[in-house]
């Protein structure tokens, strides 16, 4: 006979103190990814200098070991809508974890995720219902198979340029060589004001379930031409396809509205994938909206009950992070604001393209905004921008990011592979004091570059770099 041990009883202390275990291996941050992570990503960061050690953030900005203040122009490639650690999502959180749901049993219906439902589908009209996975690639994978499901058919429609993830089912809709080649059920089509009806074209083979489609393209920040979207989606429908928004960046206020859809009137898509800035920043979350009769075309009966699901969906932090994150937009005007101070700074820079010649173009709308690049017209500046695009093409574009960074101490990003433009896509608390940071400082650069000052030596080592890894 064998005594029967009594479970562990939780005892609140113990050996795990994280606090000590930072304090003591901390500055192991970059020496333990090389070692256990992805080997290229510190790699990459020493070579343009953004190996930085941030030590706190707090809204838009971050503090580095040395105590200097960065603007975040970046916010996380958008999870950060609210800036770091918002009051509100961090108290919601606490809240939750002091409350001991008994959460994730699966085998009943928790409060949160109806009522995080009920909240996000008041702001999507012609919406009907909601099913929450982890992440906005996951949200793409549901609303594609969700499409599949409903219509019957396999082939899904995407756009030039689009980025839709990076998982095996995701990334066929996502027009990048680095995502691997499209899958044969997958067609591209441009979003062009001469080619919106090739959505419907392939609708009339009989075989698409859908086109899926970004309102504006984080890759480059191209917005859906005017009244491409309405065109592409009365061509859908009379082919019996469907029209997937993928909102995972544009959506909850990025653009100016809380989709980025509802720019253009009569646009009501049959799915829309949301993600990012849901999360507050703290817990991965991504939510995939349809239309009634779609749900119930894929849990036709209570054998298909689990036809689609995700074992971390609708976990009550995510949950409870998204229902503070809906609450501060609403209480605080966030949409209404990220419009004002969108228009603010895109103004700003659309008055230096007729100041600097390497400046092509500003565009996007709210607070997505892209930077565009060109070939210079001046014959003292075209050697240099042609050395640069004969390496690499996106070289002009790092070289504008990299000083903003270490000279200035303001985070931003090329836009995409092989591109000559900046996405700017900071949190949506920005105030307009974050906007004249932002213009001093890439006027500085600019300056810089059209004076043939330290950002062309810069240039010199990212072409040595780029001919070496051919």
Avoid at 111 to 116: A, I, V
Avoid at 166 to 183: D, H, I, K, R, Y
Wanted: glycine fraction near 10%; include cysteine; hydrophobic fraction near 40%.
């Amino acid at each position: 006979m064998t005594t029967a041990e009594s479970a562990p009883t939780p005892s609140g202390t113990g050996d795990f103190d994280l606090g000590a275990l930072l304090a003591e291996r901390g500055a192991e941050r970059y020496e333990l990814h090389s070692r256990y992570l992805n080997h290229q990503l510190p790699r990459m960061l020493h070579t343009i200098g953004f190996d930085k050690v941030y030590e706190r953030a707090e809204g838009a900005h971050f503090w580095d070991a040395d105590g200097n203040d960065h603007l975040d122009m970046l916010a996380g490639f958008g999870v950060m809508g609210l800036g770091r650690h918002h009051p509100v999502v961090r108290k919601a959180l606490h809240d939750v974890l002091d409350a001991s749901l008994a959460d994730l049993t699966r085998f009943d219906c928790q409060p949160l995720p109806g009522l995080l439902a009920e909240r996000l589908l008041a702001h999507s009209p012609h919406l009907d219902r909601v099913f929450f996975g982890n992440s906005g690639t996951e949200a793409v994978e549901g609303a594609l198979k969700f499409a599949r499901f409903a219509t019957g058919r396999p082939r899904v429609l995407y756009c030039e340029h689009a980025f839709h993830g990076l998982t095996t089912g995701s990334s066929p809709s996502t027009a990048s060589p680095a995502s691997g080649t499209a899958s044969p059920r997958c067609c591209p089509t441009r979003p062009s004001p001469r080619r919106p009806r090739r959505a419907g074209a392939g609708a009339a083979q009989g075989d698409v379930a859908a086109l899926i489609v970004e309102p504006i393209q984080g890759k480059g920040v191209y917005e859906s031409p005017p009244g491409y979207l309405r065109a592409a989606q009365e061509l859908l429908h009379r082919h019996k396809a469907l029209l997937i928004a993928d909102e995972v960046q544009t959506g909850l206020g990025r653009t100016g509205d809380f989709y980025a859809y509802q720019h253009e009137q009569g646009v009501e898509p049959d799915l829309v994938c949301v993600a990012k800035a849901l999360s507050g920043g703290y817990v991965p979350v991504g939510a995939t909206l349809g239309k009634d009769w779609i749900f119930k075309k894929v849990y036709s009966s209570m054998d298909r009950v689990l036809v689609h699901s995700a074992s971390f969906g609708a976990n009550a932090q995510a949950m409870a992070a998204g229902l503070a994150v809906l609450s501060v937009m609403e209480n605080e005007g966030i949409v209404a604001h990220a419009r004002r101070t969108g228009d603010l700074l895109r103004t700003r820079l659309a008055a230096l393209t007729g100041t600097y010649e390497l400046l092509a173009g500003v565009r996007g709308r709210g607070l997505m905004i892209g930077i565009e690049f060109g070939r210079p017209r001046s014959l003292r500046l075209r050697p240099r921008w042609a050395m640069l695009q004969a390496a690499r093409k996106g070289l002009f574009a790092q070289m504008v990011v990299v000083p903003l960074l270490q000279r200035h101490r303001i985070l931003t990003q090329v836009s995409g592979d092989h591109l000559e433009v900046i996405k700017l896509i900071p949190p949506l608390v920005i105030d307009e004091e974050d906007v004249q940071r932002f213009m001093d400082a890439f006027t500085a650069v600019m300056d810089d570059a059209h004076d043939g000052g330290l950002v062309w030596e810069f240039g010199r080592t990212l072409v040595k770099q780029a001919v070496a890894h051919r």
